[in-house]
Nanobody, 117 residues
Framework: QVALVESGGGLVAAGGSVRLSCAAS????????MGWFRQAPGKDREFVASIGWMVGSTVYADSVKGRFTISRDNAKNTVYLQMNSLEAEDTAVYYCALKSGGRWSSWGQGTQVTVSS
């Protein structure tokens, strides 16, 4: 079993930046694809970005391409989401997830990001 703990959320002005972190424990972190998802009030949870165990294998939702960057530090068992040029539409609870067996099987508790316009 793996535990995922997000941090770094908060209130930020439109156009600003914030970096989210997700610390993993309990499993060999470096072997798994990690991802970020978000859920805005009244909306379904949506995919934001993912990073494979091989450095450089990243995927982004169209809505965040060019603004968000996902990265990982396997030595620290941590995945990051750098979010720049934030917009009010980016306001959501952001979740970290680990993919195992072809599905997103482990989730963090989420961290709130609120962008003020």
């Amino acid at each position: 079993q793996v535990a995922l703990v997000e941090s770094g959320g908060g209130l930020v002005a439109a156009g600003g930046s914030v970096r989210l972190s997700c610390a993993a424990s309990g499993r060999t972190f470096s072997s798994y694809t990690m991802g970020w998802f978000r859920q805005a009030p009244g909306k379904d949870r949506e995919f934001v970005a993912s990073i494979g165990w091989m450095v450089g294998s990243t995927v982004y939702a169209d809505s965040v391409k060019g603004r968000f960057t996902i990265s990982r530090d396997n030595a620290k068992n941590t995945v990051y989401l750098q979010m720049n040029s934030l917009e009010a539409e980016d306001t959501a609870v952001y979740y970290c997830a680990l993919k195992s067996g072809g599905r997103w099987s482990s989730w963090g508790q989420g961290t709130q990001v609120t962008v003020s316009s």
